[in-house]
């Protein structure tokens, strides 16, 4: 069961269940999950942490061979899709503050300065509660994975004050604009 499936089961059983659960795993050495538990949830979302563990054990990463074992809390923000708006200028203003704040962090992501001189937008989903998961990022090629994992972290790690529109939203941000012509 994938980690969608695992909050759209959730969501037959409660249509606005929505919030952060963080699982906490253990990736060994061959790139196998070896451990995982669930670390934290919001109220309402308790009952989708053991399908994120039973979904996470079954992952296979990638082999890392002399690092030994990786330990990794992520946090999985999840908000219903279907009653999200598009956000008012408020909530554009709110979304770029917060950006901005995170300025320093995101470019701690690019081992080269001069690879933040393009336009990079990520298309955010903010709960009500200042949740924040990225549905799409444009401007990062397939190949630069890890900077895109990067953002991602950067971005969902920290809330965003809750929203004046008072609903969950989606705003597409400008993370960094495109070079001047």
Known sequence: MAVRACYNEQLRADPDVQGRVTIKFTIGPQGSVIAAS?????PGTEAIGPCL???????????TPGAGKVVVTYPFVFAPGGNLNLGNADDRRHAEEHVRRLRPHLDACFEDPSQRSRRIEALLHVSSSGFITVAEM??????????QQCLLGVLQS??????HSGGAFRILVELYPAPPR
Do not use: W
Request: charged share 30%.
């Open 38 to 42: 669930v670390a934290n949830a919001d």
């Open 53 to 63: 563990v039973e979904t996470l054990r079954k992952l296979q990463f990638p082999p």
């Open 138 to 147: 444009a401007g990062i090629d397939a190949s630069e994975r890890e900077l």
């Open 158 to 163: 920290a809330e965003m004050p809750p929203n």
